[in-house]
């Protein structure tokens, strides 16, 4: 497993440090879960599963079921990803699967083949007992 540790931001997008990477060239199968950034420049098979941010590199590859605070992709993946904050598909990104997020970006020249879910976060859904749901009118 070629996992590095880095205190420099790679992705080139956002804030904050990037606490490992599996570079180009390297294959990792199984079950990933960490905190932080995590940047995938090679090939991934498995799950991954974090409340922080995924970064999916230019020529990276992952098969996988993804739950994350955040992804960010570039590269190819085949599965379904549920983010909790945002999802940005950016050119060449190629995705297959379906997308589950509050917040999508979808780049031109993007290749995305599934479905999409957003969740609106509006005012009755933040208080629980409210229904955002309209009432028929009662005629007189």
């Known amino acids: 497993m070629a996992m590095l540790k ?12 990037l606490n490992a ?5 390297s294959e990792f199968e199984g079950k990933l879960t960490f905190e932080g950034t995590v940047r995938i420049d090679g090939k991934f098979s ?4 974090t409340n922080d941010v995924l970064v999916i ?10 739950s994350a605070g955040a992804v960010v992709i570039n590269g190819e993946v085949q599965g379904n990803i549920r983010a909790k904050t945002s999802i940005e598909l950016h050119q060449p990104a190629k995705v297959r699967g379906n997308l589950e997020t509050p917040a999508l970006s979808i780049d031109k020249g993007v290749i995305f083949e599934g479905s999409s879910k957003m969740e609106q976060l509006t005012q009755a859904a933040a208080k629980p007992g409210l229904s955002a749901v309209a009432a028929p009118i009662k005629s007189v």
């Open 6 to 17: 880095r205190e420099e931001e790679l992705s080139g997008r956002g804030s904050g440090e």
């Open 21 to 25: 990477l599996l570079g180009r060239g």
């Open 46 to 49: 498995g799950e991954i599963h």
């Open 57 to 66: 590199g230019e020529g990276a590859k992952v098969q996988a079921e993804i």
